[in-house]
């Protein structure tokens, strides 16, 4: 087996697979045989990254979940078109060009020309898709990078338009004021999702400032703010109406102070001291009046400043309002309001006529932060550096009562790094409250895994979803497509390029990017002789991103009939932060064009985060490069990795290296060297010229009860991998997949080691057996190889490309048949052309599965009985003893029947038995604990009598229980099933007893711990032959390569040499009739292959194997024996006679009486083989 190394260096494997499907183009291939059989179609969106920075552990997830699941989809008889998309406009972009550039004021790009500025975006955006198509490549995922979609081509950016006029037909747009996250840095407001992807903890100021009450002398409202410079746009404070207020005259100054009375520490802090009491706060306050917030609405105030107090509308400025959105949580309870800067307070100020919808409101803060000359005070500064400014200026003013410092949690840009304000931008709109509720409606129709991101958090965010701000004040992004008059009496939406051409009278452009589009203008219709302009926005990219399910194909200007039969996309899939992004934008996009959700089917993953549990950062390096993981560990590891983890039910992952190393140790190499393992023995089946031809037939008929078990656990997986998968529970197949890894190499190749190697059974019996289990072997590799393809697709292809050579349909794969239809093991030239197989209902065995289950329970706590005693496995035991809590009668039959050899060879014991229930009593008993939990409310204040009979039951009361099913006890009726827990606990006297009790108290194994010198001379014995299985692996032999084996000892020692006389039998039955012998057996012309030093049986033993050799009888002349030397044993045959002529002398030397086959041949024949004695 030369072609399959001892050691499979996996990255190397899948460099070369992905090397061959390269260059075979297996991808496409696979879509075209899809194409040719007609597949019905299975739409899949991916959506688009940016390409401004490399693949990192999240797009790795992702795109490992979309590639497994289109695979499968591939696989199962479905077309699936994947196309990589690339996000290429937007602040991203724009930041990274604003840094290399040196922009740090808008004016700057319109100086330098929005054309140079944008041809210099275009020229970074593609920039890592060649390192992005090599590392999703690597990784095993098939997606068509050659026809990929950007959001810059004009074909995508066409149908952007498109859509926005839809919504702008069914009046679904608008254009007005919205207060928003806002970037100084970058100029441009940000959704409330970017706004949440970066909160930093900060220290800012915490002030309390005093407005003066009009018409009540020396009487002031109190307000607390974090934002000091918001404070010169102060339009009006507001109470909450049902909240009590007082108004409290301060003893120390006689000034009397307005606020919610719940917030009077934050005037008095000594209220907060633990030594505070009730009757010391006439040393600091005594309340005037109370009232709730309502009776203070309306009441009127000195303005702080005075820069907005004569614009228009000021006479409804500078009083008090009332909402419930204020607390008392923190504060005083009276918020001041900015209306150009806070959500709530442009809301607020709204509702009650401050400012009216459309009007200007005051907002003295340029683009990039800085304040007006509105504000003289600190014109030209940056909001939050002039703080200490106004703070200063209030201070010097009198109206500064309280200044303090607070640690809070605060947004930053996520792109760069700097605290964001809240700031009023005028916006195009699409009116999302006016379609909430079909948007809910629509989102019910949907499956999402897991269910409760549907339910909870989206949801969730649905029920409360606000008009969506959809345009940028930008330039590197499509621009939307209205053109109007100054004053927007007069509006066109554009919905095409053609349509542009109609109304403007100019060719049709090839671009749609600012640098075309913005000089165009479209003839008025109103006011014949004036011109319309485009407006200066350009769409969020979010609204691009949302558009992806029609502008990747150019809808509706191509394939419009196609694309309409597969929508909605039967499968998406993105990480948790995107149910406030692409989630939400595909559906408020799709229900506002079709009411009709954008997707069937949604798999959401979680975060993958560093080691330590923090976010994933280039800056502190404090994760592996995923290039050097896939090196190290192959891309199949790493896949399994990632999906065989809570990061696929939408929680965290912390990342682990060698989480990845455990997947290639505890699955890959197991399961290669299964296969290897199977490969070696097909070969030595198939020595002296027989053909290995897989059989349906013999491995159906088979009575082998692990051949009947493996078979129905195979069948069991295909059908459970095939139910989750339809429901999209990654999160259930991957361990499923793992776990049948285990019972496949721990299991049934264990188990079955000698049979599969001819050594069970004598001649063609021991061959048959062989065969029988190969076929099984075979059929269940292939069946794993296919199922588990999509998941693991390089070790798969590998595995097939050595299986397929058995198919009788292989030497079809000539001349282009590989990559034909109909597909089929053997003939495909890939196994991912294959259509995954379904499972045989006829194989399904579900007492075989529970047997063998019950079998690995049993050996499982015999082992650790083993080892509480500190017996090695290679010593014997004499008895193991089982007892099973209510078992059924297959499972007995089962374990004590065919399965009972192999809990024997297992265990290493010479008997085995399991207890009958009528003597369990004298063995273990069985107790019952009523479920607190679920008890609880049910039993109420009869818990404690009812767990005192409980506990008190006798073994054979708590197993009548059991068989009625019920406890009945104080008038309640207790569910054996669901309300309490059996356990069995051993019980039987004699310290030579070593139980373990399996951890849900359903089974207890005792194990006879007895030694006696014929269980130590069998524990030698296995020592000895597990040293002569490794000499053997050492030196590099084949199963089917013959040896001797002989040992010595120290001077005076014979415990093996005891051993192996007592034992020839076990040697037998391992080495096909032969066992080892002493040195001085050995014949002097014995050539060792591998010799080396072993300890057994607590002495170190010289142990070796040796080519195979004629033995001579002792008397044989030495010219015969110098020929006989010389001559291979497989020569000759058992007492056939040998004519050979030395030096003119004849001899004629007979088999069994003059020379033997082998040196143990010899010591049988010549009786030299005693009870306890070679010698």
């Not at 997830?61 to 990589?84: F, H, P, W």
């Not at 275009?122 to 890592?128: K, L, N």
């Not at 990061?647 to 505890?666: I, P, T």
Request: aromatic share 10%.
């Amino acid at each position: 087996m030369s072609s399959l190394p001892g050691a499979l260096d996996f990255p190397s494997m899948e460099e070369e697979i992905v090397d061959k499907w390269t260059k075979e183009d297996t991808f496409q291939t696979q879509n075209k045989l899809s194409l040719d059989r007609g597949d019905k179609k299975y739409t899949f969106y991916d959506g688009p990254p940016f390409a401004t920075g490399l693949p990192h552990y999240g797009h790795i997830l992702a795109g490992t979940i979309k590639d497994t699941v289109t695979r499968y989809a591939s696989m199962n008889g479905q077309y699936v078109e994947r196309r990589a998309g690339w996000d290429c406009h937007g602040l991203p972009v724009e930041y990274e060009i604003d840094q290399k550039l040196n922009i740090t004021h808008r004016d700057q790009v319109l100086e330098m020309g929005i054309d140079k500025y944008n041809e210099t975006c275009r020229s970074i955006v593609t920039r890592y898709t060649s390192e992005w198509e090599t590392t999703i490549t690597r990784l095993g995922r098939w997606i068509d990078f050659k026809n990929d979609y950007k959001t810059m081509d004009a074909s995508f950016m066409e149908s952007v338009w498109w859509v926005f006029r839809q919504l702008f037909d069914k009046g679904l747009v608008y254009q007005g004021y919205k207060v928003m996250p806002y970037s100084t840095a970058c100029t441009t407001p940000l959704s409330n999702f970017e706004a949440g992807l970066n909160y930093k903890d900060v220290n800012d100021p915490a002030i309390v400032v005093t407005f003066p009450v009009k018409g009540e002398e020396n009487t002031f409202f109190v307000a607390w703010t974090t934002t000091p410079w918001t404070l010169p746009s102060n339009l009006a404070l507001c109470v909450h109406p049902e909240l009590e207020y007082v108004k409290v005259k301060d003893v120390a100054t006689e000034r009397l102070f307005y606020l919610v009375k719940s917030r009077l520490p934050q005037l008095y802090p000594v209220m907060n001291s633990k030594k505070w009491k009730p009757a010391k706060a006439k040393d600091h306050y005594e309340i005037v009046s109370t009232c709730p917030g309502k009776d203070l609405v309306g009441k009127t105030y000195e303005p702080l400043f005075d820069f907005f107090a004569n614009t228009p509308r000021s006479n409804e400025y500078f009083r008090v309002l009332s909402d419930t959105y204020v607390t008392d949580d923190a504060g005083t309870g009276i918020v001041h309001q900015a209306p150009a800067f806070g959500e709530d307070d442009y809301r607020v100020c709204l509702a009650h006529g401050v400012i009216v919808k459309g009007g200007d409101i005051p907002c003295p803060v340029d683009a990039d932060g800085n304040f007006t000359d509105e504000v003289p005070l600190v014109k030209g500064m940056h909001v939050k550096a002039a703080d200490e400014t106004l703070i200063k200026t209030i201070k010097e003013m009198g109206r500064l009562y309280q200044k303090d410092n607070l640690f809070h949690s605060y947004p930053f840009c996520w792109r760069s790094d700097t605290p964001l304000i809240y700031k009023a931008v005028p916006s195009w709109f699409v009116k999302v409250e006016d379609i909430r509720d079909k948007i809910v409606a629509n989102n019910k129709e949907t499956y999402w895994v897991p269910i409760e991101i549907k339910e909870g958090r989206f949801h969730n965010w649905l029920e409360g979803a606000r008009d969506w701000a959809v345009s940028r004040n930008r330039f590197w992004g499509t621009p939307i497509p209205i053109w109007a008059n100054e004053d927007l009496s007069e509006v066109v939406c554009i919905s095409s390029v053609k349509e542009l051409a109609d109304l403007s009278g100019k060719p049709e452009v090839t671009d749609l990017h600012r640098e075309t589009v913005d000089s165009i203008e479209i003839p008025s219709k109103k006011t014949p002789g004036t011109m319309l302009k485009r407006v200066d926005e350009v769409f969020d990219c979010w609204f691009e991103s949302g558009s992806m399910p029609y502008a990747q194909s150019h809808y509706p200007f191509e394939n419009k009939e196609e694309w309409e039969k597969g929508y909605p996309a039967d499968f998406i899939a993105e990480g948790l932060d995107q149910t406030r992004g692409w989630f939400y934008t595909l559906m408020v996009l799709s229900t506002a064009l079709f009411d009709k959700p954008a997707f069937k089917n949604n798999i959401v993953n979680g975060m993958v985060l560093a080691q330590d549990g923090q976010k994933m950062s280039k800056r502190k390096k404090n994760y592996p490069d995923p290039n050097l993981v896939i090196s190290k560990y192959g891309a199949d590891a790493l896949r399994m990795y990632l999906v065989n983890s809570p990061v696929v039910r939408a929680e965290s992952l912390k990342f682990r290296e060698d989480g990845v190393l455990g997947v290639v140790k505890e699955v890959f190499l197991p399961l290669y060297n299964a296969f290897r393992f199977f490969m070696q023995n097909i070969e030595r089946w198939e020595h002296g010229g027989k053909k290995f031809a897989p059989d349906i037939d013999t491995l159906r008929q088979s009575t082998n009860p692990t051949d009947i078990w493996i078979q129905a656990e195979t069948q069991g997986l295909i059908k459970f991998v095939h139910e989750e998968m339809q429901a999209y529970r990654l999160y259930t197949v991957m361990p499923a997949l793992v776990s049948f890894g285990g019972q496949l190499t721990n299991w049934y190749v264990r188990l079955n080691r000698d049979r599969l190697k001819g050594m069970e059974g004598e001649g063609d019996e021991a061959e048959k057996e062989a065969e029988t289990g190969l076929q099984v072997l075979y059929d269940v590799l292939l069946d794993v190889t296919m199922i588990m393809a999509p998941f693991t697709p390089f070790i798969t292809e590998f595995f097939y490309q050595h299986l397929r050579k058995f198919q009788p349909s292989y030497a079809e794969a000539a001349n282009g048949g590989g990559n034909s239809n109909p597909v089929m093991p053997g003939k495909s030239d890939s196994v991912h052309f294959l259509m995954l197989p379904k499972y045989d209902e006829g194989r399904l065995n579900a007492n075989a599965v529970e047997a063998m289950q019950t079998l690995q329970s049993v050996v499982e706590q015999g082992r650790y009985a083993r080892e509480k005693r500190n017996i090695s496995l290679r010593t014997p035991i004499k008895t193991v003893v089982a007892v099973l809590r209510n078992p059924a009668p297959h499972v007995v039959e089962g374990i004590t029947g065919p399965l009972k050899k192999y809990v024997l060879s297992e265990l290493n014991a010479w008997d085995f038995q399991v207890v009958p229930k009528e003597n369990e009593h004298d063995w273990v008993t069985l107790s019952l604990t009523p479920n607190f939990k679920l008890l609880g409310k049910k039993l109420g204040k009869k818990m404690k009598a009812v767990k005192e009979y409980v506990s008190a039951m006798t073994h054979d009361d708590a197993v009548k229980c059991m068989e009625a099913g019920k406890i009945e006890v104080e008038d309640a009726v207790l569910d054996c099933d669901t309300e309490v827990t059996a356990k069995l606990d051993f019980s039987r006297d004699g310290e030579h007893w070593e139980p373990a009790v399996k951890g849900d108290g359903s089974i207890v194994v005792a194990v006879d711990c007895t030694q006696d010198e014929a269980i130590l001379s069998a524990g030698v014995a296995r020592e000895l032959l597990n040293g002569i299985q490794q000499l053997r692996k050492n030196a590099g032999l084949e199963i089917k390569d013959k040896v001797e084996a002989f040992f010595s000892e120290e001077d005076g020692v014979t415990v093996v040499e005891n051993a192996v006389a007592r034992n020839v039998g076990v040697f037998e039955a391992k080495f096909k009739g032969s066992f080892p012998l002493p040195q001085r057996y050995a014949p002097e012309f014995s050539v060792p292959i591998k010799t080396d030093n072993v300890e057994v049986g607590g002495t170190q033993v010289k142990l070796s194997v040796c080519r195979p050799a004629l033995a001579v009888a002792d008397s044989l002349d030495p010219l015969a024996v110098k020929v006989l030397s010389t001559l291979d044993p497989a020569t000759f045959s058992e007492g056939k006679d040998f004519s050979l002529n030395v030096d003119g002398k004849a001899f004629t030397v007979v088999e069994g009486v003059d020379f033997w086959l082998s040196s143990d041949s010899k010591a049988k024949s010549t009786g030299a083989l005693k009870a306890d004695t070679f010698a």
